[in-house]
């Protein structure tokens, strides 16, 4: 099993055990700290090492204390506990609405913002919006994610649709499996894209290097395609429209580093310099899906943030 497969079941699955072996890079590190790396955004240091604790976590069949060392070869069996019931606050938190019916809200938010709750931002998030904007939200995404069927990054701003009801998400859901949501996007990248136009059909998973990050991993990796369309070229950038495939965590973020052009302000992926833009410069302008209810063709489109906007007057102007 994969990292990104473990996590997803995690998500997905809690009391089911996930059951993966330790390879040599991984040996010597401590079993908290390697968890609680892995499945940052899931669960805290702290979380990990009560379930080791407890029991929920066992090497070889066998219960380990939170500092023990890993070895290569060890069978780490992991447990993730039933979530505790924790609702979620409204919040008066102003959200623009694009469109809003009985079946789905679709949003454009805002750069900075967390689309649900979790460790270290349990308020001011979409979620906290979306519950006092609309009272009613699909379950299926849990206590801490009702009505999100998909997410953009904290930093990268735009459109994003949620269920109102749990038929809804199920429909919406099934859409993005089979690949027929339209998702277009804006971005400013470092360099001067050489190419037009193209297509970047690249596996990503887990950096093996560093677990808090995503990198193109051809043996771990998901598939994941990313088609890119140059708008404008400046002196060292370029402003260019990407259209997803897929949606892998940190997809456009990681494909665009791979092949050279990172996005401008990327905290992550980008280029240590002085960022022009707090944040990466990313922004999630075209969404289209079938409607849940009547299967209508909707699309919508959201214009540039006015930080991009100005980012690109600067360019033109340079």
């Known amino acids: ?48 090492q009560g379930w080791i604790r407890d029991g929920f976590v066992r090497v070889g ?19 993730m506990p039933e979530p505790e019931p924790a609702e979620v606050d409204p919040e008066d938190i102003p959200v623009e609405i694009m469109y809003e019916d ?4 679709v949003v454009n938010k805002p750069r900075g913002m967390v689309v649900h709750p979790a460790p270290g931002h349990a308020r001011g998030t979409l979620v906290n919006a979306l519950l006092y904007h609309c009272r009613d939200l699909s379950g299926v995404g849990g206590l801490k994610r009702p009505g999100i069927v998909h ?8 459109l994003l649709m949620a269920a109102k009801n749990d038929i809804a998400h199920q429909k919406l859901s099934e859409q993005l499996a ?20 193209g297509t970047i059909d690249a596996p990503i998973g887990r950096d093996p290097r560093d677990r808090k990050k995503f990198a ?28 997803l495939e897929t949606g892998r965590t940190h997809q456009i973020r ?16 980008g280029r240590r310099r002085k ?18 209810a009547n299967g209508e063709q909707m699309l919508f489109e959201a214009p540039l943030p006015g930080d991009m906007e100005r980012l690109l007057a600067l360019l033109r102007g340079a």
């Open 1 to 48: 099993m994969t990292r990104s497969e473990l996590e997803v079941r995690f998500e997905l699955e809690p009391g089911e055990p996930a059951v993966w072996e330790i390879s040599p890079q991984e040996a010597g590190e401590r079993i908290d700290k390697y968890l609680a790396e892995m499945l940052e955004g899931t669960a805290s240091r702290s979380q990990v």
């Open 61 to 79: 069949g066998k219960s380990v204390k939170p500092n023990y060392r890993l070895e290569d070869g060890d069978e780490l069996a992991v447990t």
């Open 102 to 105: 009985r079946d789905v809200v």
């Open 151 to 158: 997410r953009i990054d904290k930093d990268t701003s735009g």
């Open 178 to 197: 089979e690949h027929s949501v339209i998702r277009k996007y804006l971005a400013i990248v470092t360099g001067r894209l050489p190419h037009d136009r």
């Open 216 to 243: 193109v991993n051809a043996k771990n990796g998901k598939p994941a395609i990313t088609h890119f369309t140059v708008l404008e070229r400046f002196a060292d950038h370029t402003f260019v429209e990407l259209r």
């Open 254 to 269: 990681v494909h665009m580093q791979y092949i050279g052009h990172p996005l401008e302000g990327d905290p992550v992926y």
């Open 275 to 292: 960022a022009l833009l707090d944040g990466q410069a990313l922004h999630a302008a075209v969404l289209g899906f079938r409607h849940p």
